[in-house]
């Protein structure tokens, strides 16, 4: 975890402790007592300054009544700007397609990239788990598609539907570049 997740993991959880700890009516002392931890330590951890352990947060969230990640999670209430270069791109076959990661935050069970593929570019996908779905839409240029074994030939709009679990890549056969989106949906683990 680098600095700047850290310092947003803080100001999650001091945003969320105290709109959780105003909205069921308690003062810092009363939730203090209920979480069974000093008042100081809830003043402290309100201002973003505190870095508590497991058994603070678990206390905290006890005294609260509701699940931890309830505490870390980013408050839906506030709107979080992330800049395109705090998001993560990794450059792959040979400098020749870049992939950006459109979800800073984890959502459980989804991923979606951004893909660029230059000229000649060709991205090959890693088969994920069984029953994994995966939507691939063109935005720009063209985008060959291969899954499967099978081939389909994506235009700006375009949409492909296709089992993840599968081999797959994406090819540019053009001469400008082209760039697509990747929708991953997850099989849960059972």
């Known amino acids: 975890m680098d600095v700047k997740e850290k310092e947003r993991a803080g100001r999650n959880l001091a945003i969320n402790l105290k709109y959780l700890r105003t909205q069921s009516g308690l003062t810092q002392a ?11 330590t809830v003043a402290t951890l309100e201002t973003g300054a505190g870095n508590p352990t497991l058994s603070v947060l678990t206390s905290l969230a006890a005294g609260l009544q509701i699940r931890i990640d309830e ?18 791109e990794m450059t792959r076959a040979k400098g020749r397609v870049q992939v950006r990661k459109l979800l800073p935050e984890p959502v459980p069970g989804m991923e979606i990239d951004r893909i660029c593929l230059q000229p000649s570019g060709k991205l090959v996908g890693v088969p994920h788990r069984p029953g994994t779905r995966e939507y691939l839409t063109c935005e720009a240029g063209q985008i060959t598609l291969w899954a499967a074994g099978e081939q389909v030939i994506l235009h700006p709009g375009d949409v492909a539907a296709f089992q993840g679990d599968q081999r797959h890549s994406y090819v540019n056969q053009g001469s400008e570049p082209c760039i697509g989106f990747s929708v991953v949906t997850f099989a849960p683990i059972r």
Do not use: N
């Open 30 to 40: 009363q939730l203090a007592t209920r979480s069974d931890i000093p008042r100081s």
């Open 71 to 88: 505490l870390l999670s980013t408050p839906r209430a506030h709107l979080v700007h992330f800049p395109k270069d705090s998001l993560k």
